[in-house]
């Protein structure tokens, strides 16, 4: 039997206990925190333009705002991903 089929028979709460473990042992850092250290490594650059000349637009629900002077678009941190609409993305990682 392999580990695919295995997983298939688990319940839910076996399954999200089981992905509890996983993250922990290969440490996986939260969803939240990944995508913040996005940018720790990298310049900023717009997801509209690709431009890299770009400033800080403040912040809005403690989220940092920044501007791109090519195409004056406002864009942050979570624009263009999979939870760029989503208000609560704390509870996003409950979905995946």
């Known amino acids: 039997m392999d580990l695919k089929q295995l997983i298939e028979k688990l319940s839910t709460d076996e399954r999200k206990e089981l992905l509890g473990l996983l993250q922990v042992e290969i440490h996986v850092p939260k969803f939240v925190n990944i995508h913040s250290a996005i940018?720790?490594?990298?310049?900023?650059r717009c997801p509209h333009c690709s431009s890299g000349d770009i400033y800080g637009h403040g912040t809005c629900k403690g989220r940092r705002r920044y501007r791109c002077k090519s195409c004056q678009k406002s864009f942050n941190d979570f624009t263009g991903t999979a939870v760029s609409g989503i208000r609560k993305t704390e509870k996003f990682e409950e979905y995946l």
Do not use: F
């Open 39 to 44: 940018h720790k490594d990298e310049a900023v």
